[in-house]
């Protein structure tokens, strides 16, 4: 069993770590190195700061929720899951409304971090924002499948999502521009996100387990 478990978790993890790499990799295809270290800044600083506040409580969550789940405490499982996926989903609202509304405010404080910043990447910040705090909703939608040992589920969806970045960045990235890189980054972050949700809703949705 825990091979079976783990082997789709390694490959799930593995499989991963290939998106950031892939959106530099065709940037550096189509664009200069200091397009790319551009991109490559506001990525990690875009994605890192709302996400560092997230990744904490769903660190948090993980024992607790294997513990009970363990238990057989599964009804406790789904309504904690309930809640934080709720008030993720209500953090990125208010988040993609306070870039929208304070985006000029943001990127300056992006700027004095890194002063070489360059004043056209300002766009880059809303999708790689928003990706970064998708992906971290996805490390509760995915517990279900975690939990009944279907991570094969979670690899085929992560797959999923490499397959829009290559063909995304592939077909429009030379034509569109870098934007099109960060918006596909969300795109393949939704894709996962909310494909790990439809599979775990017949869960999160009854009153009872």
Not at 13 to 38: E, K
Not at 112 to 141: C, H, M, N, R, Y
Not at 167 to 182: D, E, M, Q, V
Request: net charge positive.
């Amino acid at each position: 069993k825990w091979m079976v478990f783990g082997i789709p978790v390694s490959a799930w993890a593995s499989i991963g770590l290939l998106l950031p790499f892939l959106d530099r990799y065709f940037i550096s295809i189509y664009f200069s190195d200091f397009h790319t270290g551009q991109y490559s800044s506001i990525d990690e600083i875009s994605k890192r700061i709302f996400s560092f506040i997230i990744f904490p409580f769903t660190m948090a969550l993980h024992p607790r929720l294997t513990k009970l789940w363990d238990e057989n405490r599964k009804e406790i499982v789904r309504n904690i899951l309930v809640k934080f996926i709720s008030i993720l989903f209500s953090f990125l609202a208010i988040s993609a409304i306070f870039l929208t509304m304070f985006k000029l405010k943001f990127f300056s404080l992006i700027k004095i971090a890194i002063p070489s910043i360059s004043e056209k990447s300002i766009d880059l910040i809303f999708p790689l924002v928003l990706s970064g705090i998708v992906w971290q909703i996805s490390f509760l939608t995915h517990k279900i499948i975690e939990f009944e040992k279907k991570t094969y589920l979670m690899t085929l969806l992560i797959i999923g999502s490499v397959i829009i970045n290559i063909s995304g960045n592939y077909f429009y990235l030379p034509t569109h521009g870098i934007i099109i890189t960060a918006y596909i980054s969300l795109i393949s972050s939704s894709f996962y996100c909310l494909g790990t949700l439809l599979y775990s809703l017949k869960f999160l949705i009854r009153s009872k387990y």
